[in-house]
C-alpha cells in the first residue's frame, strides 16, 4: 500500500459525536493532506476542541469515519496508542507533567513509546528545545517558566516524537498577550518546514499568514471551508461574517 | 491528688520495654495494609464493576465498624473456623500478635485504599489526555504520571492515617499483647496510680506522634521539589 503525496493523511466523513443527548459534532466531514495548515475558528462551544480531539481519540465519535494516517479510527483500534505517537497535540492549558524537568518532560514518550536509549533522547530533547528556543530552560521545572516559555517545551515534547501532524488546541488562548507572538513565531516556523497542522485558533494574523484553508465551526458543523484570502475578504455565510465581525472589532 | 514522680520515673523504662512491639506492630501493618490498600485502589479505579463493587463493600465495612470489634473477631472469631483453622494462616492467627496485626492490617487498608484514591482523583486530567496524546500507554501513565503526583497528593492524609494506627496498636494490649500499652495496664494493675502511668504513656505516644509527622514532613519536602518556584 504505497500513498500518494496527495492523499489525505487524514480524513473525517459525516462524523457525529454525541456528549449523552447533545450532539457536539454533527456531519462533519473535513480532508487533511500532507503538508497542508488547516486553521479552526468558530465561536465558544461549537465543537472545535472535540473535532481535533476525534482527530486522536481522545474523544471516540458516535458515527461517521476517521482515518488517520491510514488507520481507521474505531472501537477495535487496538493500537491507539501507536496511532497517537504519530499525532502530536498542544493543549490550551499546556498540560506539561509537573513532577519532571523540562528535559524529562521532552524525553518521556520518546524513551517509553519509541524505546530510545537514554542518550539519544536526551540529544533529541535538546535539539527541539534549541528548535523553540529555550535551550537554556532544560533543566527547570515547568512551574519555574512562563506560559509562553511553557508552551513552547509543550510544543518540542510533541515534536520529539517526530509526528506526522500536530494538532494545537488553541494554543495562545492561555497566554499573557506580551507571549503570544513567542509561541505563534514557533509555529510559524513549523508550517514553513512543512509540517501538517490543524490549528484551533483565534489569531488572524496566523491563519493569514499560514492557513492553506480556514475552517469556520458553529453549532457543531462545519459551516465554511475557503482559502485564508476568500475567507476573511469574501466570506458566504451569514454566520460566518457575523463571527469575523465580531473577532476583528477587537 | 499529689503526683508520684518517683514512680513516673520507675515505670517509663518499663514501658518502653513494649516500644518494640509498638514498633512491630505499626510497621508490619502499615506496610501490609499499604499493600491492601494498592490492591483496593486498583480493584477501585479498573473501571470494572466486578472488581470495584467488592473493594467498595470491603471499605465500606471496615470503615464503618469499630476497629476494636475487628480486632475481637479476628481473635475470638477466626479460630472458630474450621477452614482459618486449617489454612495456611492458621500459624499466624493461631498468637495474637498475628490477630493484631492482620485486624489492623485490614482496617488501615481500607482506610489508606480511599486515600490514595483521593489522590489519584486529584491528578489533572489534562495530564493524563497529554501522556495518552504522546502515545503512552494506560499502564505507563499509570506508572510516570499518576503514581508521583497522587502519591504527592497523598502524603498528608497519609501521614495522618500513621498516626492514627499507631494510636490504634494500643487496642492490641486487649487481646493480651505486652505492648506499650499493655505494660502500662499491668503496672496500673499493681500499683493503682493510673494518673502518673497513662499520662507518661501519653507523652511517649505524643512524641512518636511527633516523629511521624516529621518524617513524612521530610517526605513531602521532597516529593513537592518541583512545586517551588
Ligand atoms: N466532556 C463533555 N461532556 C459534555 N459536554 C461536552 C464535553 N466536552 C464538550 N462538551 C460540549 O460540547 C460542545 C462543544 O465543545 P467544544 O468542542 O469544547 O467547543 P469549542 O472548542 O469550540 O469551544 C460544548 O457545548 C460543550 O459544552
Ligand atoms: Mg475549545
Known amino acids: 500500500m504505497s500513498a500518494n503525496v496527495t492523499d489525505p493523511i487524514i480524513v473525517l466523513e459525516n462524523v457525529d459525536k454525541f456528549f449523552g443527548p447533545f450532539q457536539a459534532l454533527k456531519n462533519v466531514s473535513l480532508s487533511v493532506r500532507k503538508g497542508e495548515k488547516i486553521v479552526v475558528c468558530g465561536p465558544s462551544g461549537s465543537g472545535k476542541s472535540t473535532m481535533i480531539r476525534c482527530i486522536n481519540r481522545l474523544e471516540e465519535h458516535n458515527s461517521g469515519t476517521i482515518i488517520v494516517n491510514g488507520h481507521e479510527l474505531t472501537d477495535k483500534t487496538n493500537d491507539i496508542d ?21 528535559l524529562r518532560n521532552l524525553m518521556l514518550a520518546p524513551r517509553l513509546v519509541r524505546k530510545t536509549n537514554k542518550v539519544e533522547a536526551e540529544a533529541l530533547a535538546r535539539q527541539y528545545l534549541e528548535r523553540v528556543r529555550i535551550p537554556e530552560q532544560a533543566d527547570k521545572y515547568p512551574i519555574q517558566l512562563s506560559g509562553g516559555q ?71 458543523e462545519i459551516v465554511e471551508v475557503a482559502g485564508p484570502t476568500e475567507f476573511f475578504e469574501s466570506p458566504r455565510n451569514e454566520r460566518t461574517k457575523l463571527f469575523l465581525s465580531q473577532i476583528l472589532a477587537h | 491528688m499529689s503526683f508520684d514522680v518517683a514512680l513516673i520515673v520507675d515505670s517509663i523504662p518499663k514501658m518502653l520495654m513494649g516500644l518494640g512491639l509498638t514498633l512491630q506492630l505499626l510497621i508490619l501493618s502499615a506496610v501490609l495494609g499499604l499493600l491492601l490498600a494498592t490492591v483496593l485502589l486498583l480493584m477501585r479505579i479498573s473501571g470494572k464493576w466486578y472488581l470495584d463493587l467488592p473493594a467498595q463493600a470491603y471499605i465500606y465495612v471496615f470503615r464503618g465498624t469499630p476497629i476494636l470489634v475487628q480486632i475481637f473477631i479476628v481473635y475470638y472469631g477466626f479460630p472458630q473456623l474450621g477452614f482459618i483453622r486449617d489454612s495456611f494462616l492458621w500459624p499466624i492467627l493461631r498468637e495474637p500478635f498475628g490477630c493484631a496485626v492482620v485486624a489492623l492490617s485490614l482496617n488501615t487498608g481500607a482506610y489508606v485504599s480511599e486515600i490514595l484514591r483521593g489522590g489519584v482523583l486529584g491528578v489533572d486530567r489534562g495530564l493524563h489526555e ?77 512524641i512518636m506522634t511527633w516523629f511521624i509527622q516529621k518524617a513524612f514532613g521530610v517526605f513531602e519536602r521532597f516529593m513537592s521539589r518541583h512545586e517551588r518556584q
Not at chain 1, 502530536?88 to 506539561?96: I, T
Not at chain 1, 513552547?152 to 497566554?175: G, H, N, Q, W, Y
Not at chain 2, 494518673?195 to 507523652?203: D, N, Q, T, W
Open chain 1, 82 to 102: 501507536a496511532v497517537r505517537s504519530e499525532i502530536g497535540m498542544v493543549f490550551q492549558s499546556f498540560n506539561l507533567f509537573p513532577h519532571m524537568t523540562v
Open chain 2, 130 to 206: 497529554a501522556g495518552s496524546a504522546l502515545g503512552l500507554s494506560a499502564h505507563q501513565r499509570f506508572i510516570y504520571i499518576t503514581t508521583p503526583l497522587a502519591v504527592r497528593l497523598a502524603i498528608p492524609a497519609y501521614s495522618n492515617d500513621v498516626v492514627s494506627l499507631m494510636k490504634s496498636t494500643a487496642l492490641a494490649s486487649t487481646i493480651t499483647l505486652l505492648d506499650m500499652m499493655g505494660i502500662a495496664r499491668t503496672i496500673v494493675a499493681e500499683t493503682y496510680a493510673p494518673y502518673e502511668i497513662f499520662i507518661s504513656l501519653a507523652v511517649i505516644y505524643l
Open chain 1, 150 to 220: 511553557q508552551q513552547r517545551v509543550a510544543i518540542a515534547r510533541a515534536l520529539c516524537m517526530k509526528p506526522e501532524v500536530m494538532l494545537f488546541d488553541e494554543p495562545t488562548s492561555a497566554l499573557d498577550p506580551e507571549m503570544i507572538s513567542e509561541v505563534l513565531d514557533v509555529m510559524v516556523d513549523l508550517a514553513r518546514e512543512g509540517m501538517t497542522m490543524i490549528c484551533v485558533t483565534h489569531e488572524m494574523g496566523f491563519a493569514r499568514s499560514v492557513a492553506d484553508k480556514v475552517v469556520f465551526m458553529d453549532g457543531g
